[in-house]
């Protein structure tokens, strides 16, 4: 019987198209679907072989054997790969494709080595498109298992020149962790295109076509970047009567949830990410109809017309700064993870993986990643960028206009809110401890002197 060199568990639409990228490059894969009819479009199409039950798929592997599972991330996880235990051997490898928790990762991870099975936890950005023809792919886990099929992996992503956008990053979940912070950069991205877009639709009074055209130049800038390929395209695409189809999609945004594991963990590393939180926010809110409803009719506000001028050339030089401020939050993040966890993750190497296959692959990331190899501070500190005072400058005008006209875009003003704060020497949380002070004897530091001090504020107050 022929002995396959990879196996894909789970064959929806990641599944896939990650089989066919497999088979495409010339991996003998293995499929294994659950229900008939992810087998039978397999199978109609002649040229894959699809195992019905467990044993049958890890029967057909050569050792050590590799499974990809590309399951639904959860519990389905835990429970797939207690269906397979009892039939691997030593040494065998299993591969979590899917959007899986980091600390799940790390749970697995150990639980698996003691069972003498190797785990990769992998990080798989860009989509159907990108499952099929390239992604990016951000691996954790054990190092043995990477040395021994980390090349399948890497013939699989996406590449720039000859550098394959997939790597080891660290052990346990570290690589789930990249893919997480990831998604939540995307958060940003998405929401602050969409502020840009009603700040020129309700600011600036461009009409739908205006703003559709400005997207679309935006693909041939600095700007370069796949998320503005798709607004650019979604803005121009017509419903059947001719009208916009975006303007009659309901707003009313949901999420699977890596946005919001990204703002917690932003809060329990103490990491600064106001523009991934607003996005994570706008979703949430976005649900409060109700709200926004009886709002609009209590809280009316008069709106000035406003004017800006030049905007287009602002409105490109505001944007880079915000995608630039949304990296560079994820970024920190990742930074401080990887201390806190002690995974030793590479930075450079870990953000030149998004410069292809992932939703949030741009131009800029290659100066990100150039930045990086020179410096580990914050991105906002390095040369690599240019002059950001011409942008910043853009971007507090279309700030100030938003709020003139009473536009709600939270997420363009935690940018410069973002900025203003990491260019702020002497922060006014002083005075916070002083009044922690006074109302709970919470003690305070002095510039002046070390110690820990406490004073009676409210002496002789009555
Ligand atoms: C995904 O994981 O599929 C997306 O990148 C993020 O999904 P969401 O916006 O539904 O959370």
Redesign the pocket.
């Known amino acids: 019987m022929k002995e396959f060199e990879i196996a894909v568990y789970g064959l929806g639409v990641m599944g896939s198209s990650l089989a066919k990228n497999l088979i495409s490059k010339g991996f003998s894969t293995a499929l294994f679907g659950k229900s008939q009819e992810e087998r039978e479009s397999f199978q109609a199409q002649g040229k894959f072989t699809v195992f019905s039950t467990e044993k049958a798929l890890v029967n057909s592997l050569k050792r050590p054997r590799v499974i990809f599972l590309m399951v639904t991330a959860g519990n389905v996880v835990d429970f797939v790969i207690d269906s397979l235990l009892p039939l691997l051997d030593e040494g065998d490898i299993l591969i979590d494709g899917g959007?899986s928790h980091f600390k799940d990762t790390q749970r697995r991870c150990h639980g698996l080595l003691e069972k003498g099975i190797q785990f990769l936890g992998v990080g798989v950005s860009g989509g159907e498109k990108g499952a099929l023809t390239g992604p990016s792919m951000m691996v954790g886990g054990s190092k043995k298992a990477w040395d021994s099929c980390g090349y399948i992996l890497e013939r699989m992503a996406a590449r720039v020149g000859e550098e394959y956008c997939c790597s080891f990053l660290g052990k346990e979940g570290a690589g789930h962790y990249v893919k997480m912070v990831h998604?939540g950069i995307?958060y940003a991205m998405l929401q602050l295109i969409a502020d840009f877009y009603s700040f020129m639709k309700k600011g600036l009074g461009l009409s739908h076509q205006e703003i559709t055209e400005i997207f679309t130049r935006w693909k041939h800038t600095e700007l370069n970047s796949y998320l503005i390929d798709i607004t650019a395209a979604v803005l121009a695409k017509k419903d059947g009567d001719g009208e916009p189809l975006v303007e009659k999609i309901r707003d009313f945004a949901?999420?699977?949830?890596?946005?919001s594991w990204t703002l917690e963990e932003a809060i329990a590393r103490g990491v600064y990410a106001p523009t991934i939180s607003e996005a994570v926010f706008s979703r949430y809110f976005s649900q409060d109809t109700q709200l926004r409803k009886e709002g609009s009719q209590v809280l009316q506000v008069t709106i000035k017309p406003i004017t800006l001028e030049n905007y287009e050339k602002k409105l490109k030089d505001a944007f880079y700064l915000a995608m630039l401020v949304s990296y560079a939050q994820g970024i920190a993040l990742i930074q401080k993870a990887s201390a806190d966890y002690g995974w030793e993750i590479d930075l450079p190497l870990a953000v030149s993986l998004w410069r292809e296959g992932c939703?949030i692959r741009s131009e800029l990331l290659q100066d990100i990643t150039k930045a990086l190899k020179e410096s580990d501070k914050n991105i906002l500190l390095s040369q690599s960028f240019g002059d950001l005072g011409k942008r910043e400058q853009a971007l507090r005008q279309i700030s100030a206009k938003a709020i003139e006209a009473g536009v709600a875009v939270s997420t363009l003003l935690s940018v410069i809110s973002y900025y203003d704060s990491c260019r702020t020497e002497k922060m006014n949380v002083n005075l916070v401890q002083a009044l922690r002070d006074c109302f709970g004897a919470h003690t305070y530091e002095r510039t002046d002197r070390e110690g820990r001090f406490h004073t009676d504020w409210m002496e002789g107050e009555d």
């Not at 949901?254 to 946005?259: E, I, L, S, V």
Request: hydrophobic fraction near 10%; charged fraction near 30%; avoid cysteine.
């Open positions: 959007n998604n995307e949901r999420q699977k949830g890596t946005g939703i």
